[in-house]
C-alpha cells in the first residue's frame, strides 16, 4: 500500500480541529498555521517581490533588529550596519572545528581572542559527520557534539535534539554579543560530498538517506512538513522534516540574539542544481517566516541562479577566487570589485578562501593578508578559513601552530581595526582601480582614499583635477594595525607619486586635510 504523503497527513487533523474550533471563534489563529505556501521560488516572475510567507508565529525580536542592511544614505544596500554603526565582516572561521572538539573546543579562549583584537566575526558550521579521529587536524577522535542525541554507536536520533549542543551555542552567541562579535551559523549539509558514510542523515546512522546526492530531496519544496513527525512518510519527507526541525531549533536557540546571522548551505554544487536551488529557496522562506536575522546565500555555488534577485537573500556569500601563497591582492579585489557594481546591490561576503588556512608556513600568512585587504578594499566581508583555529582544542595536533595562527588572527584585527576604529568613511567609498597605480583601492575622488601596496618602494595616486587641494596621509601598517606619522600630499596630478616607508606591504589612507580626524 502507498504511504500517504506529507500533505495528507496535515489535512487530516488540520480539517478536524478547524471543525471543532470554528464555533469557538478561533478559526481564523488555527488557519493561519495550516499548510501555506512558501512562496515563489527565485527565477519565478514573482520571486524578488515575493513577502515572507505567514507560515508560523511572528518572530519574537525588535521592530529595528540590531544588524540589518543599509537603507538609505552612504552604503546603501551594499554594507551591514550594527547598532546603527555600518560595519564589515572581517574576522575568523573554524568552520566545523567548533562541532568536531565538541566540549574540548575552548570556546571562550576563541571569543576572548578575537575580542582582544577588534576581531568583528566569526563563522561555525552547525553539524558535520564525525571523522572517527582521521582528521589530521585534530590528530585524535575528539568528542564530537552534534546537534542530535545519540542513538548508539555512530548512530543518532533525528527526532531527539541534544539540549546540551543548544545551551552551548548559545553561550557562544551570548558572549561574542557581549564583545560586540557578529555569529555567521552554517546551517547545512554536514559535508556529505566525503563523509556521508558518517552523516546523521545516512540511513545507516539512523538517517532517513541512502545516497549523497539526496540530501537537498525535499518532498515539497513550496510547503513546509507538519511538526508531527509520522513514521510512515517516505525518505524525502523524512529528509524534510528533520531539516526543517533542526533549523527551527537553531532558530530558537538564537531568539533575541542580536548578533546571528545564517548561512543556509555550504557549497553543494556537486547535488542536482534545481534541487539544490530549491532546497536554498525552501530554507531562506522558512527562515524568514521566523527569524528577523541577516540570511546569507552561498551564491557561487548554486548554478545558474541568481540570488542578487532573491529578496530573502540578504548577503551573497563566496568561496572564490582559490589562493595560493603567490596570490596578489589585486585577484580578490578584481573579482568582489565585479560583484560590488553588480545590480540590485547586495552586501558581499568572502565567506570561506579555499584552500584553508593551516598556518604551515608565514608565507601562508602573507598571502592571506593579501587576499583579506584586496577582499575589503574592494567593499566585501573576509572569512579566514582558519584550520588553525581548531587548535583552540588544546588536544588538536594542529594547536602546535598556535604562534602562526595568532599572527593571523592580528592580521585580521589589524584589518578589522582599520575600518571600525579610525573613522574611515568605508562606505562612502566605492572600489577603484584606477585611483591609484597599484589597481587596489577604494575612494571618495577627491575626498578620501584607501590603497593598498603590495609591493615595491612606492605607487602613484591619481588626484587629476583637485589641483590646489591639501590632502594629508597617513601608512598604516597591516601586520601591527599602527598609523605612522601623516605626510602632507598635494593634489593636480594624475600620477602624484607616493614613497612608502619601505618594500612591504602598506596601507594608505589619504583624506582632504580640513577632514581628517585624529582616530577615534
Not at 349 to 364: C, I, Q, T, W
Amino acid at each position: 500500500m502507498s504511504l500517504p504523503s506529507a500533505r495528507a497527513h496535515r489535512s487530516r487533523p488540520v480539517a478536524c480541529l478547524l471543525a471543532a474550533l470554528a464555533a469557538l471563534g478561533a478559526l481564523g489563529a488555527l488557519a493561519a498555521l495550516a499548510a501555506a505556501p512558501l512562496g515563489p521560488l527565485a527565477g519565478d516572475a514573482s520571486a524578488s517581490d515575493a513577502p515572507a510567507p505567514a507560515v508560523r508565529s511572528a518572530p519574537d525580536a525588535p521592530d529595528r533588529p540590531r544588524l540589518e542592511v543599509i537603507r538609505g544614505g552612504p552604503g546603501e544596500g551594499r554594507h551591514l550596519s550594527f547598532d546603527g554603526t555600518p560595519v564589515l565582516l572581517i574576522g575568523d572561521s573554524v568552520t566545523q572545528g567548533w562541532v568536531e572538539s565538541g566540549e574540548s573546543f575552548d570556546q571562550e579562549a576563541w571569543i576572548r581572542a578575537l575580542a582582544t583584537r577588534g576581531i568583528r566575526a566569526l563563522l561555525l558550521w552547525a553539524f558535520i559527520a564525525p571523522d572517527d579521529g582521521r582528521d589530521d587536524r585534530l590528530g585524535y577522535d575528539a568528542p564530537e557534539m552534534l546537534p542530535w542525541e545519540r542513538a548508539g554507536a555512530r548512530r543518532w536520533d533525528l527526532r531527539r535534539h541534544n539540549e546540551a549542543y543548544f545551551e552551548r551555542l548559545r553561550a557562544l552567541c551570548r558572549l561574542a554579543e557581549e564583545k560586540r562579535i557578529l555569529v555567521i551559523i552554517t546551517v547545512f549539509d554536514g559535508w556529505t560530498k566525503t563523509r556521508f558514510p558518517a552523516h546523521p542523515f545516512n540511513e545507516s546512522n539512523g538517517g532517513p538517506l541512502r545516497d549523497r546526492s539526496r540530501f537537498v530531496d525535499l518532498a515539497d519544496a513550496g510547503r513546509e512538513m507538519p511538526e508531527a513527525f509520522d513514521p510512515r512518510w517516505s525518505p524525502a519527507e523524512q529528509n524534510q522534516y528533520f531539516q526543517e526541525r533542526l533549523a527551527a531549533r537553531l532558530i530558537e536557540a538564537t531568539r533575541g540574539l542580536g548578533n546571528v546571522l545564517f548561512e543556509l548551505f555550504n557549497e553543494g554544487e556537486w547535488y542536482d542544481r534545481e534541487k539544490r536551488r530549491r532546497h536554498e529557496i525552501h530554507f531562506l522562506a522558512f527562515f524568514r517566516a521566523r527569524s528577523k536575522s541577516l540570511l546569507v546565500s552561498n551564491a557561487d555555488h548554486i548554478p545558474g541562479a541568481d540570488f542578487r534577485r532573491e529578496a530573502r537573500a540578504d548577503v551573497l556569500s563566496h568561496h572564490r577566487p582559490n589562493w595560493s601563497v603567490s596570490s596578489r591582492a589585486s585577484e580578490s579585489f578584481e573579482h568582489f570589485r565585479r560583484e560590488f557594481e553588480a545590480s540590485p546591490p547586495k552586501p558581499l561576503l568572502f565567506s570561506e578562501p579555499v584552500p584553508e588556512f593551516r598556518a604551515a608556513g608565514a608565507d601562508e600568512v602573507e598571502a592571506m593578508t593579501r587576499l583579506l585587504w584586496g577582499t575589503a578594499l574592494a567593499g566585501s566581508g573576509f572569512l579566514v578559513q582558519n584550520d588553525a583555529s581548531f587548535g583552540f582544542d588544546a588536544k588538536a595536533r594542529i594547536a602546535s601552530r598556535s604562534k602562526l595562527r595568532d599572527l593571523m588572527l592580528d592580521r585580521e584585527g589589524a584589518c578589522s581595526r582599520f575600518f571600525h576604529s579610525l573613522g574611515v568613511e568605508w562606505t562612502s567609498m566605492r572600489p577603484d582601480p584606477g585611483a591609484a597605480s597599484t589597481g587596489v583601492a577604494m575612494a571618495r575622488r577627491g575626498q578620501e582614499y584607501v590603497v593598498y601596496s603590495d609591493g615595491g618602494a612606492s605607487f602613484t595616486v591619481d588626484l587629476e583635477g583637485f589641483g590646489g587641494v591639501a590632502f594629508e596621509g597617513r601608512f598604516y601598517d597591516p601586520r601591527a594595525g599602527d598609523l605612522l606619522p601623516a605626510l602632507a600630499v598635494s593634489g593636480g596630478g594624475a600620477a602624484q607619486p607616493i614613497v612608502k616607508p619601505d618594500a612591504r606591504d602598506w596601507v594608505l589612507w589619504l583624506r582632504r586635510r580640513a577632514e581628517m580626524a585624529e582616530p577615534r
